[in-house]
């Protein structure tokens, strides 16, 4: 999290320390009334204990000194918890473990990270869409190994950004957060059910504390998104050269020594994003060996890696969205670039566009 | 490649040299195939095409030193087609550009791998489910940040192993491959349905030449894989140090200075492909920002690393799937470590076996 | 940076946004001084200038709002800091370019965390120069791919930590932070050596706003000393397990679930500080393609990557310290393991001590 | 290794499976030459073994079979040489463990592909120094942020490329290439003097087994210089746009597809290689944490890696040599797009001509 960096990176709405321990203490209040529901604990203890689940009651500087005492939040976490929740204290946490905790909490800000970044992204590629429709007759140079090769239209460019986005999309929307209970060695599952269903999220056959597919997936996902909407900003950023000027961004940044300069800023940014989201992922598949029934540093590593990758993807989500919502395109210097040809490239835009109705049908 | 590595790392059989010129040659020999059907060519030289597309024909070599030249094999191979189809010679590469025949190719080498790799990888989580099975009363100390916690029994982590394992092998058998073709720009794409039907892949709404969702899908499944394949091994390896001493490997490994020591050779040679394949990941997720139509030096990144990964993943795959064939259990001393409890896991084993059931049905 | 795991992963105090901002207006209150000295700007306007470079002036939010805007903070910065400069506003970043402000900003807050770095990390390497000198006839099993081979002493395996460890610090300490001055291209050099002492940084021989060999070679160092600090660690996980039980961290981390239950977690964190490293440093190697004379993202993508490698090379040095100043070592088990012999490494011990003395003289 | 794709990527001479074999071989010849010298074993036996210490009398196959059963070539190639050594076959090998045999001989690969490595890239930096003397006069637009900003020289672009040259080649070059010898758990370094003396190598104060500081700084530098070489193609890429047009290869890359179509390839070439290398010093970075007295995977998945990494940065270097000496400099149309302005970056060409100089007299 960066106060002063986050508006170019991606915002931290979802993925702050407090959007994260929000998240832990709703998994403990629905652990809570899903023992409840069984008779587990009393039904009194559940709501004394949800009633004091607000971050707010929480001090993050003296939950970080005992985070690091213990190498997990969820030891300082349930401390305070009990002493917030009095009598019912006995009834915090039960039959779960640290990593119950955690990991839920992670699939509920996942969750709803996903849900910002998938809303930008189809944004972004409807916008593509809109240019693809628009832009059937504006015939351009295509470039291959940035040398000019035969001519193509911009619709037809435009229709590449928006299948690479929908393909993208489809990855990380088939993604399914999944709840975590197992207790200290994953045999304590009576609950997983209904924790699940309070949550919103899936329930698994078994407890995940090791196996961390569904990390890596989200991961993955996240990467190709921000790997598309690198793509896209870069090919912004060469076709707004000036000696290609063929669109620009209409917003464009300043310079701090050149007034009269205009930067393809929100462009340069998402391939920011875009550089660094592939070593996230490589730091998350190369921690999928997690000894044992619960791992010594590699579950440890991918807490802020993977909430980082969240904040990026949205970024480059949110970026690649304001880049194509916003492009100013010069229609006469392609056409002049492309030498007045005529392309015919309606078959495959009609194609992809069709393609992108079923993958987002209005 | 490497002959003296690859029996330890993963067989090249499908993913050499000659493996991937002989899929650029299928691919020659069905475009022009394909080309013929609609009378773009004469019928006979398709078939003289294909009677010269035989990888035996060609001279590894001398394609080398083209490729250098040309910063793509593609060059030299349809020069050297064209020599050997004598009057088929205008007949060949109609309308294709370099990436067409390399990117195809390369679908065609993944569907050869993938299907090596998921059999390797679904025979070791029928042996882990074999191991779920016997192992159901098979008490043994679960073990958190590498100190003993509750009891669990062997079978719930074998249950762990296969559960991970069928995950992953669901993310990659879920990848379609599918056929490139859209000449120097990505608008000839007339005989696309053709030629991927001759293939036996997949055809796109558009050519994908900038677009590479569907690399970076394929390298995070084998990640994934890889990433599992690690985890099983490093188990093994921890539970094989002679003060724990719970299992072993029925083969294990010679050293070269201590006759007398035994090695988990094959869990070793797992690990050491788990370790390499995240980054092989994070290059082709940094190589997605293709620029224009063809990339300058982004596409060509991803050849020997996608290679790299399916030879890598392979190898974790037949790795993971020895060492859990061949596993030897010392049920005497999990029982002995674990304080002789019982423990009951059968309901969690059986929820584990039934979706392993689902996910493979015999 | 987080509030929550600052504490386990790392400190932020030189790494945080206020710090780096402050970085900032050290280095634009030296640009005005420099200019103030060979009478570019006037001297009270120097002055005015350098009495108002104080972080706490600035309005870190909005500063954030105006870094997206522009792609870069210096933008918003130099605004605000004209604001209230008053009438010395025309005197601020003169023939300075934003990146001269941010590089130079990154080379104080890196020279100042190297500081933190290198005092803990030859802490850590002082502190097994003790064990290895105080274990010299302490035997052990020497254990390789995880299984006993002949024995060793434990005085061995402390120098060897030590030897590791002086030789990544060796790296870190030689690496020289250079100042950053030449404006919009490049050209603007005349009051490089000025700036550059005045901050107390070297000064280049060219601007090397392109030119990334420094960045990378102080993230390598970073990344080797994280790896050793995390062999370290990894070392005593192992060695800790209720099965070998030859060492503990004295002040263990507790279990939210199992109250007997004492956990390595100074250990765990560094392990986890250590497999986040290696990627951070891919990123900054893939971002060394800036294009010609100022980068469009990959420049832009360095800023908080670098910033977080400084914060976890901290945390993993800071880490290691604590483990090795707070080991319980258990001889006798040591030796009932190694099976009372007698091994002779004395030789070996004096050789790594004196190379340690002559790294780091008292 | 790719006889397809070698030329391309990099030679495989000095890392080739034959290479690293041999590379083994020395080290046991010399190994037993230092043992004879000190009577330890049969001066006539060390003749034998040197004898016999000839890739050509080694079938890679069958090699290759034992490595993956043993999880080391040296296994296999220890019993092959003790065959071929006849009556001296008792004095092959004699105190050294595998690791040392891979360790040394990985060393003296290092050691042969950096000189070639290095003398490319000086001689890319050489004539780099040359285009920047050569174009002090001729002005062209800088670029920052793709975007034209204030005018330089093309030959302060050239003293830019070839300063980072220099300092990664500075890099790469205070590297020291040691010796590996300490036998089954490092305490039998008796003759470890000798045999370094004999191989060219330095001796270390410890074995390093597991401390792996040397390899990763080896694989930092390559790093640096594949990017820096990366960044200077990237360049020329971007400045030999149809649009740009300032610089072309003098030897161009044919099109498959389009025969009138000139493709920068050698700078794809080296593209390509700097895209690869950030991950691959990834995968060693994150291998630093080897087990106790020798590591169960980390140290496995070193091999091909480092080996990989030798062979690119061979290409970026070799490749970015090419690309500068065969440079076609278009100066009337850098002076059009300047607007025919002079620009005076003489003193700034001179300081680095002058630094380059230091760097490596003549």
Redo the contacts between chains.
Sequence with gaps: ?????????GSHEHTS?RA??QAMLDTEAALARAHAEVGAIPAAHADAIAAVCDVSRFD??S???G?????????PL?DALRELAGDAAASV?V????QD?VDTATMLVAKRSREAILNDARSGSDACARLADAHRLTAMP???????????TFG??A??WM??LD??IA?LARWRPVVQLG?????N?ERTAAVAQLLGLDAP??P?H?????I??LA?AL??L???A??V???V??L?????AEVRES?R??????PD???????????????????????L??????????????W??E???LRELLRLGGGAAGGVRAVVEGLDVDVQRMRD?AGEVT?D?DA?ID??L??HAGVEPK
Tied chains: 1, 2, 3, 4.
């Design positions: 999290m960066s106060e002063l960096l986050d508006p170019m990176f320390d994260w321990v993050l500087g939950l970080g000194t985070t690091a005492a213990a190498a997990t939040p969820v030891v349930v946490h039959g779960a473990t640290s905790i295509g470039r291959t190994l940035l040398q000019r090769a035969r001519p193509i037809l460019k229709a590449q299948t690479a393909e993208a990855l207790g200290p060695v994953g045999t599952t056959a078994l995940w090791t196996n961390r597919v569904r890596v997936e993955s990467g190709a921000s790997g598309v690198g793509k900003a870069g090919d950023i060469l707004a050269q000036n000696e290609v917003a940044g300043r310079s701090s020594s050149m300069k205009g930067n393809p800023a929100r462009s340069v940014a998402v391939v920011a994003c875009a550089r660094r989201t592939p070593a996230l992922v490589a730091t598949l190369s921690c999928m060996d997690h000894e044992h029934e619960r791992a010594a540093g590699a440890q590593a807490w802020e890696t670039h392309v490239t495959l194609a992809a069709a393609a």
